[in-house]
């Protein structure tokens, strides 16, 4: 009695030769739609790239006569700024807000060097038997816990005398935190000076990236604007226009509208975040901190002075991991003391 074949049986090989394609793929151009995460984040990007397409493409298709009448560097301003916040749109995305972890590589200095050194040796122990490899290992653990020690200390000079470290450590990471971190769910870790996470960004605003999320919003809120004026140029142009052209255009510039208020109440308040050297976090949460409890509210502890704070924030040249240390007590004092004729004259605020 014979049997004939399956068509699965048939299939099988075909099935398997497909398999093992798409794994030599996978393995030699990997996927990034893969990760879930990454996959979101590129899409929320793709939507927003298209969203600033149909607002600044749909007045031109609209009204053809707007390129021709306006003078053409003026066409080419607007093309610039509109690439320009698309470019910083994508360059704040990207960027590292400042992770705690990061700043304790940093202070240890050689610490990659260090952990190469460390693997290098523990490699050439192995070879010569398992006492030596032992022995390289305890060495490690020792030099981790320096370390450690040594990330305490530094952080235990940044707090107020008398502060408990069990205040700083993360219950996530297992870090001790310096001033002004907090640790981001989404991101899972902890950003120094954490402002918040932005989700149309797909990334927290911190220390290392607050000054380029503050002119994304500011190139976002010209752009929002300068468009916003075509449509109104548009509809209030006397060409000929069809209802269908009207609609649309009408639709879009109540849209801006919203974007426009929105954008310009972040832009003023991050601004005054700025001017008085606060985070969003700080400002919301401020009972929360342990260490701003007792603050008048009134008073802003880590400010510098307007000028100072204005400089630290876009020209200043120091590392994204250089700490802040919590004010003494008699440093908060002089900044709770009212302001008098002579503190105006000479820029106390400043």
Not at 41 to 61: D, E, I, P, R, T
Not at 173 to 189: E, F
Request: hydrophobic residues 40%; charged residues 15%; proline residues 4%.
């Amino acid at each position: 009695m014979t049997t004939t074949p399956t068509t699965s049986s048939c299939c099988s090989p075909l099935k398997d030769l497909c398999d093992g394609l798409s794994e030599r793929c996978s393995r030699l151009v990997p996927c990034c739609l893969a990760d879930p995460a990454r996959r979101s984040s590129l899409g929320l990007k793709a939507a927003l790239l298209l969203l600033h397409l149909v607002f600044a493409g749909a007045v031109f298709l609209l009204d053809s006569d707007l390129i021709h009448s306006a003078p053409t560097w003026l066409n080419a301003t607007y093309l610039l700024l509109f690439v320009l916040t698309l470019v910083q749109y994508f360059y704040t995305s990207g960027s590292s807000p400042g992770f705690v972890i990061d700043a304790m590589s940093a202070e240890n200095g050689t610490h990659a060097t260090y952990l190469n050194m460390s693997r290098a040796s523990i490699q050439s122990a192995s070879k010569n038997g398992n006492i030596t490899s032992s022995a390289n290992g305890n060495q490690l653990g020792r030099n981790n816990r320096m370390n450690s020690s040594s990330w305490l200390k530094l952080v235990m000079d940044l707090y107020p005398p008398g502060s408990s470290s069990r205040n700083w450590t993360c219950a996530y990471c297992n870090i001790v935190q310096p001033p002004r971190s907090k640790h981001c769910h989404d991101c899972d870790k902890c950003v120094l000076q954490f402002d918040h996470h932005c989700v149309w960004l797909g990334t927290c605003i911190g220390k290392g990236n607050h000054c380029r999320f503050w002119w994304y919003i500011f190139e976002e809120t010209i752009l929002c604007t300068w468009t916003g004026i075509f449509y109104i140029t548009f509809l209030r142009s006397r060409v000929l226009k069809s209802w269908l052209n009207v609609f649309i255009a009408a639709l879009l510039l109540t849209a801006l509208v919203f974007c426009f208020i929105f954008l310009i109440l972040l832009l003023l308040f991050h601004s005054y975040l700025v001017l008085t050297n606060q985070t969003t976090y700080e400002l919301v949460r401020r009972r929360r901190i342990s260490y701003l409890r007792g603050v008048p509210e009134r008073v802003r502890p880590f400010s510098r002075g307007i000028c100072r704070n204005l400089y630290y924030f876009c020209c200043s040249k120091e590392s994204t991991y250089n700490l802040e240390a919590v004010p003494t007590s008699e440093e908060l004092e002089a900044r709770a003391r009212p302001y008098t004729c002579i503190d105006i004259i000479s820029c106390r605020c400043c």
